[in-house]
């Protein structure tokens, strides 16, 4: 009778144990689920904020629906197998209006891709929270304002790609400690001062006649066929890269110019 009753003691246990394993595994299931539709749902509110602050002629972005679970299913959006959003395709796509601080919060974003449109404005200093940033291509814009020093945060960042836009101010000397970095233009702006020669800036050749042909904003062709032959297989820059900026002083000589020359 004893044993009996053990037993089924034992059992009443054993059960017990199980039940409460069964309801802790629902609940980290559930709450695993609820991280990921809620991560979804953040790049996709990001992406959609995006969206309302673009003039769309051509209804490019009229499968960017907010009521889906994640944005994974959009056109133009790239995600890993995650269901996180790694590129954003919306390059020669008829689009103008504004970049959003939203685009930060994409932190698995790879590639940005929204060159030849008409968007205006600034580039986001939010944007320097995309840590796994590979490419930010921006150029054949109207984009306004500073580069962000906060770009220099992007330490997965290969192609910066700004040309042909209306940027002022001085080149970020923050950029110089992206080791990363091996393509950069920011020809046919408005920038001022001196170019950085340290970091992956280090490469460019600097004797005086290139930085007199520099000073004349000689044509890209010219540029290309000239100098693009004397870098390291490894680095793209180019005296190109920086052309057709009127107040852009040449290379940064340190300890003899001063580095906000002409840029006030």
């Known amino acids: 009778m004893a044993a009996a009753a053990a037993a089924a003691e034992a ?63 959009w056109f133009h959006i790239t995600c890993n197998q995650d269901n996180r959003v790694t590129r954003l395709d919306l390059g020669n796509s008829n689009l103008s209006g504004r970049l959003v601080p939203e685009l930060g919060k994409l932190e698995h974003l790879q590639y940005l891709e929204l060159y030849k449109n008409n968007i205006q404005g600034t580039i986001p200093v939010e944007l320097g929270n995309l840590k796994s940033l590979i490419s930010l291509d921006l150029y054949n814009n109207n984009i306004s304002g500073k580069i962000p020093p906060s770009l220099a945060k992007l330490k997965s960042l290969v192609f910066l790609r700004l040309n042909d836009n209306r940027l002022t101010g001085q080149i970020p000397r923050e950029l110089v400690g992206i080791s990363s970095l091996k393509v950069v233009d920011v020809s046919s702006n408005d920038l001022c001062g001196t170019i950085p020669t340290s970091g992956p800036f280090e490469h460019i050749p600097l004797n005086k006649a290139l930085n007199n042909l520099l000073r004349l904003s000689i044509s890209s062709a010219s540029c290309r066929f000239l100098f693009s032959v004397a870098l390291p297989d490894h680095v793209l820059f180019e005296w190109c890269s920086f052309e057709n900026n009127p107040r852009l002083e040449g290379p940064e000589l340190l300890g003899l110019a001063s580095y906000d020359t002409n840029c006030s």
Not at 20 to 48: C, H, K, M, P, Q
Not at 63 to 73: M, R, Y
């Open 11 to 73: 059992a009443v246990q054993w059960l017990s144990v199980c039940i409460t394993f069964s309801i802790s595994l629902i609940i980290i299931i559930g709450s695993s689920s609820l991280v990921a539709v809620a991560s979804g749902n953040s790049e996709g509110d990001a992406l959609y904020a995006l969206r309302r602050s673009l003039s769309d002629p051509d209804n490019v972005l009229q499968s960017w629906d907010p009521t889906l679970v994640n944005p994974c299913t």
